[in-house]
């Protein structure tokens, strides 16, 4: 098969139809022309139809065509277009709208805006009436009114309005009638003066007709300035609006409150909340109360005080319940209450409160337990940890069977031991040191310095264990001398010599209070003054020590 389909004409005739062709389409896509028949024969084109007015000129278009406008013959018979554009033109034409309407198109329908005289809104009004049947939809709806009787009727509305937001007035009828404004309704003596308002809205008050009547509103806001004239709250009571109650704030004598309540009642039909319970009464009897059930709940909150009843009569107090002899005193704890202590009359009975802290008290003072023992209340259970004599653990071990009883714990698993073999041991150490001197000398030479080191570094150990142990330990300074001399010069310097080591042990740190002193002479020696060194061992500070 031989396909020919894609092969184009360029003859004369072909490119003059092509031409025409394209004319055509153009024509077509005008608005305002409608293209109802049209035909090329010989060498000559004819096209006919109905051409808008306003539309574009057929003869115009062909311009640019490459058709030869000698050879068209056309036929136009004029008709008016619906197309929104043409209608948008002839309105402009003939409803003449003044500078301040604007004609638009929007979303195929012609729409007025702005202001007009009313006669121009009657016109307007008779176009759009016209257009209806298939017409586009002409809107007059945006265009305002400007006559002198429609300015009046809008500022009267306006003024209307502004009435009818206000509080304590009620608009019951207005109308205008014969160039007259009239108006009537409820008005509280409290609300704005609906003649002031007219004050800027360009209603001439002398065209205006009112009738109040006087009412009182139930809102809130005049009910508030009416309770504040007739309440006159002292300067201590604030009043205000709280989402439509009245709650009053502050301090108030009871007679206040009392006047107060009143008018709360009478607010109870319809009208608004008023809240005063805020209001603390201040009066002299109140006061009192009020401070006598501050002493009553600070005696509740101690530990070791049961209150069993508490009252007031006749201006005076009383109270009855239980206390610990180790609780504080209730009497004390009148001191900054406000309460008159002459008028509390209180009967305690003793009692042994169970409270941890009460019964570690009572445990402190029974047991007396050594320094190296320490007491704390961990969750209410009673816990004793640290080292003590075989002894004193008996006596804790009795107490905590006994508190047991009560459904208290004490606990002293925790205890250990302290064992006299280590005090045992550390004092035979001590005692064997002796401090030496040379003879005639009451101060020891200083090769003796590191032994007085070592001696006061044990005296101060054996001093604490003793503490944990529940004893006290105390160290007796003896001097000695040698045979050589008199007598009396030996005693004096044998006491020199304790002086002098108990001076350099204090100097070292020993607790001066646990060292005692005595000169022994020559009546307690070491070794006898035969041997070779019996004089040297013999001039010495030996230590003792003992427990107490």
Known sequence: MFDISRVRDVSPEARAAEHWQAYVSRLGTQPGIIVAEQKVRDGQFYIA??????????????????????????????????????????????????????????????????????????????????????????????????????REAERWQAYVSRLGTQPGIIVAEQKMRDGQFYIAGLRDPLAADPQALLSGTQVDPARVRSQWQFYQSLDPEFVLKRLTASLTPPKSVRLSIVEDRIVAEGE????????????????EAGGPVFDFSK?????PEAR?????????????????I????????????????????????????????????????????????????????????SLTPPDSVRFSIIKDRIVVVGEAPAAWIDRARVAAQ?????????????????????????????????????????????????????????????AKDARKAGVTAQFMLTGHSDAVGRETANASISAARAETVRALLKKRGVAPESLLVRGAGTF??????????????????????NFH
């Open 306 to 365: 049961i209150v069993a009843q508490q009252r007031a009569s006749g201006g005076h107090f009383y109270i009855s319940g239980l206390r610990d002899p180790q609780a504080a005193d209730p009497q004390a704890l009148l001191s900054g209450t406000g309460v008159d202590p002459a008028r509390v009359h209180s009967q305690w009975q003793f009692y042994q409160s169970l409270d941890p802290k009460f019964v570690v008290k009572r445990l402190m003072a």
């Open 279 to 283: 209001v603390r009464d201040v009066s």
């Open 402 to 462: 006994q508190l047991a009883a009560d459904g208290l714990s004490l606990e002293i698993s925790e205890l250990r031991e302290l064992t006299p073999q280590k005090l045992t041991h550390l004092r035979e150490a001590i005692q064997a040191v002796d401090i030496l001197f040379d003879s005639g000398k009451a101060v020891p030479g200083p090769e003796q310095l590191p032994v007085l080191d070592k001696l006061a570094n044990q005296l101060k150990e054996l």
């Open 49 to 150: 139809g109905l051409r808008d007015p306003l539309a574009a000129d057929p003869q115009a278009l062909l311009s640019g065509t490459q058709v030869d406008p000698a050879r068209v013959h056309s036929q136009w018979q004029f008709y008016q277009s619906l197309e929104p554009e043409f209608v948008l033109k002839r309105l402009t034409a003939s409803l003449a709208p003044p500078d301040s309407v604007r004609l638009s198109i929007v979303n195929d329908r012609i729409v007025a805006e702005g202001e007009a005289p009313d006669t121009w809104i009657d016109r307007a009004r008779a176009a759009a009436r016209q257009l209806e049947a298939g017409g586009p939809v002409f809107d007059i709806s945006r265009v305002r009114d400007v006559s002198p009787e429609a």
């Open 252 to 267: 108030a004598p009871d007679t206040w409150i009392d006047r107060a309540r009143v008018a709360a009642r009478q607010l």
């Open 288 to 304: 009192a109360a009020e401070h006598w059930q501050t002493y009553v709940s600070r005696l509740e909150a101690q530990p070791g």
């Open 524 to 545: 307690e020696p070491a070794e006898t003054e035969n041997s070779r060194t019996g004089s040297s061992a013999n001039r010495r500070v030996s230590v003792t020590v």
